[in-house]
């Protein structure tokens, strides 16, 4: 079984940056590893996605402000948010893809507000 625990959520003011972190635990081999977001009344979206070999795909929402990485030897993948706007405030998800099957961690919570 796949764990996956988030770190790093909290209150920013807008301009400001936030960095999250994801820690994946049960399988030694994990695929590509996603961070997801869902606002209050909006669906789940992906924010930014990178491959085992490290390419990635970002939301036009995040490009030019967020950047996400990864470490394989660890299996952790990060989210470096700059820039932070207040229409960022959201529940942000990890996701991995391990073996064709996806696994989601608890969420965490990003708010940008004065």
């Known amino acids: 079984q796949v764990q996956l625990v988030e770190f790093g959520g909290g209150l920013v003011q807008p301009g400001g940056s936030l960095r999250l972190s994801c820690v994946a635990s049960?399988?030694?081999?994990?695929?590509?590893m996603s961070w997801y977001r869902q606002a209050p009344g909006n669906q789940r979206e992906l924010v930014a996605r990178?491959?085992?070999?490290?390419?990635?795909e970002y939301a036009d929402s995040a490009k030019g402000r967020f950047t996400i990485s990864r470490d394989n030897g660890k299996i952790m993948v990060i989210l470096q948010m700059n820039s932070l706007k207040v229409e960022d405030t959201a529940v942000y998800y990890c996701?991995?893809?391990?073996?064709?099957?996806?696994?989601w961690g608890q969420g965490t919570q990003v708010t940008v507000s004065y």
């Open positions: 996701n991995a893809a391990v073996w064709g099957k996806d696994y």
């Open positions: 049960g399988s030694i081999f994990v695929g590509p």
């Open positions: 990178i491959t085992r070999d490290s390419s990635t």
